[in-house]
């Protein structure tokens, strides 16, 4: 059983602790933190973390990826602080912004995060629905018919009061006010007034437009709400301003949509749709081959919510989505993937996080698991994943298919598919997507960790050659208690001397920390060194840190790794002890033969043995 409490604990301890977070939300698998000083964040410290699948910095947030039990360990760190809750992320207002493109997906997340599933929900109730019309199952003009409808399109039909109150949370908004905005723009005698002629509003005359499923005018009034509530509050005298704030705001912001905003952001939404349109219908092959092949590549950088506002436009203005329809075969194709990869290996603890990623990513459409924990690390998986999307996405968007409401693509969520545009090139492209990676990764194969794991036996134990100059001390005695207590694995630690890192044997650099204050190395037994230089040295960001090598390089025993400046970083106030740990304890539980005192690099510093059980049968 899970320890939901035990994973929120380690995440926020990762992150700096409350006092570094700005704000945090979740979506389907991600604790989505904006951070004060993401430099406080220690990405290894939270990647042990019982729970953690790994960690991505991207769109102004620090993402932990966690799984489908993301909404649980997000409870928890309600329960233990003041973060969480059911709002909206806002903006970090004392920590780094980011760039422009970094601030508008921390924004698009931040508000369209708490209404996900609901809207998937409701989307794919719609699905069955429009399922169960299409092959008769159900009357369409029958009672049962209506409710079921309303049930299903009411969400996605009142969307601007939903996200009022999202936006409201983003832009520090009064909520109700904002509600109050959103509501008289989805008001029934309004609505009746779209496409009537003549519209004045005090001789100022206008075109209604439908704001029915609209994202961009109450984001965009809400905003402007936010800086007018600022500037009201500052000026008007303490016994009116609360209840004439809200009067003015109102009586000066619906107009405005309805006169300004409501009009330019429909012409910029119908030339999206039209742009939309026109590449499926001129070149459909070209635009699902674009979405099916990017789109898990959009996910793992937590880039596809800026996607999000393009699937509400197409909705708003046509009715359907065809940039959601080849989305279906890049989910599933990396779904058959990790499939492939749950046949092929002869790696228990593989096929152990295999068999509930492919559960996962077939039937409800959850793809980051299987992405994190198999198929990008294994990289060839990962890559016939995106090939199966790229030509499934392409069969898919030739034959005319779209969705008719908003759903997280999946297994579950195909009859939002059904009956809309060639069911015969759906089904092509649908079986193009799954066996297309699932044949490759059985027949191509990739490099199992099976094959190359350590044959631990006496004899054939893991030499460790020391990668500084310096003093050995126990690990026990690091300033720090994750290192000190094994948390990170076991090791030792070393005072050094010099300014010098050097590969301790030959292997692949896993990471290469761009800080430079860290390398992870691993070798081709499969053990995994952590070379960490300094406590807490990451804070400096860099400084008198100099990166000699790359992510995914091969190096051999002796290479230079990074310089660092001993003299210029103890100065700055940092403990230069270095810990030098076996991260992946499970295979290499066992750390002997210790050297101790002083050392120079190359020379013997300890032996790494592997369990019984990572013994390969070759």
């Known amino acids: 059983m899970a320890d ?3 994973t929120a604990a380690g995440v926020l301890a990762g992150v700096g602790g409350e006092e570094n977070v700005q704000s945090v939300v979740h979506c389907a698998t991600r604790l989505r933190f904006v951070l004060k000083d993401e430099a406080k964040a220690d990405a290894a410290k939270i990647k042990a973390v019982p729970g953690v699948i790994t960690t991505a910095q991207a769109g102004g947030q620090y993402q932990v990826v966690v799984g489908n039990d ?28 980011g760039n422009l493109f970094n601030r508008f997906i921390t924004m698009i997340a931040a508000i369209f995060t708490p209404l996900l599933w609901a809207l998937a929900g409701t989307g794919l109730l719609k699905a069955f629905l429009a399922a169960a019309a299409t092959f008769g199952w159900i009357d369409t003009v029958s009672s049962t018919y209506v409710v079921l409808y309303a049930l299903s399109d009411a969400f996605i ?13 983003y832009f520090k908004a009064a909520e109700f006010t904002s509600l109050a905005i959103a509501g008289a723009l989805v008001y029934p005698t309004i609505t009746q007034l779209v496409g009537a002629p003549d519209l004045t509003f005090f001789g100022i005359p206008f075109t209604m437009v439908t704001y029915v499923s609209s994202v961009i005018p109450i984001i965009i009034i809400v905003w402007l709400q936010s800086h007018a509530e600022k500037f009201l509050y500052a000026k008007l005298p303490g016994a009116i301003r609360r209840f004439v704030t809200p009067m003015i705001v109102v009586l000066i912001a619906v107009p405005l949509v309805f006169v300004v905003i409501g009009p330019i952001s429909a012409i910029l939404s119908g030339w999206i749709g039209t742009g939309i349109g026109w590449v499926f219908a001129t070149v459909p092959w070209l635009g699902g081959a674009l979405m099916g092949g990017l789109w898990q590549v959009f996910v793992i950088f937590g880039l596809h919510w800026g996607l999000v506002p393009l699937f509400t436009l197409e909705y708003q203005t046509s009715g359907q989505i065809m940039l959601l329809a080849p989305v279906f075969a890049a989910v599933l194709a990396q779904a058959a993937a990790v499939a492939g990869v749950w046949v092929r290996t002869r790696n228990r603890n593989l096929k152990s996080l295999a068999a509930p990623a492919t559960l996962s990513g077939f039937l409800a459409g959850i793809t980051e698991p299987a992405i994190y924990g198999v198929n990008l690390p294994l990289k060839r998986p990962f890559a016939f994943g995106i090939a ?13 298919v779209f969705a008719t409401s908003f759903v997280v693509p999946s297994g579950l969520a195909l009859p939002a598919l059904f009956g809309n545009g060639s069911m015969i090139m759906l089904v092509i492209g649908l079986a193009a997507a799954i066996i297309i990676p699932f044949l490759l990764v059985v027949l191509v194969g990739f490099k199992d960790p099976a094959e190359d794991a350590v044959i631990a036996a006496e004899g054939t134990d893991l030499a460790v050659n020391s990668p500084l100059d310096g003093t050995v001390v126990p690990l026990s005695e690091t300033p720090d ?13 070393i005072v050094p001397r010099s300014g010098a890192v050097y590969a301790p044997f030959d292997a692949t650099v896993a990471a290469a920390f761009p800080t430079g204050h860290a390398v ?12 960490h230089i300094g406590i807490d040295t990451v804070k400096l960001g860099g400084k008198h840190f100099d990166l000699k090598v790359t992510t995914g390089q091969v190096v051999k025993a002796g290479d230079l790794l990074v310089e660092f400046d001993l003299a210029a970083i103890a100065a700055a106030g940092y403990d230069l002890t270095t810990p030098i740990v076996v991260t992946n304890s499970d295979l290499y539980p066992e750390v002997g033969g210790a050297a101790s005192g002083p050392i120079a690099h190359g020379e013997p510093l300890f032996f790494a043995r592997a369990v019984e059980s990572a013994i390969a049968a070759k």
């Open 4 to 6: 939901y409490a035990k």
């Open 70 to 97: 993301v909404p649980e360990v997000y409870a928890e760190l309600g329960k233990i602080s003041k973060l969480g809750g059911s709002g909206a992320a806002s903006p970090a207002e004392d920590g780094p912004k």
């Open 157 to 169: 039909n009142f969307l601007p009061l939903a996200l009022a109150i999202t936006a409201a949370r």
């Open 388 to 400: 199966g999307g790229v030509v499934g996405g392409a069969l898919i968007a030739a034959g005319g």
């Open 481 to 493: 208690a994750v290192f000190a207590g094994g948390g990170l694995g076991e090791g030792v630690a």
């Open 520 to 531: 992870g190395l691993r070798h081709a037994d499969g053990a995994e060194l952590l070379i």
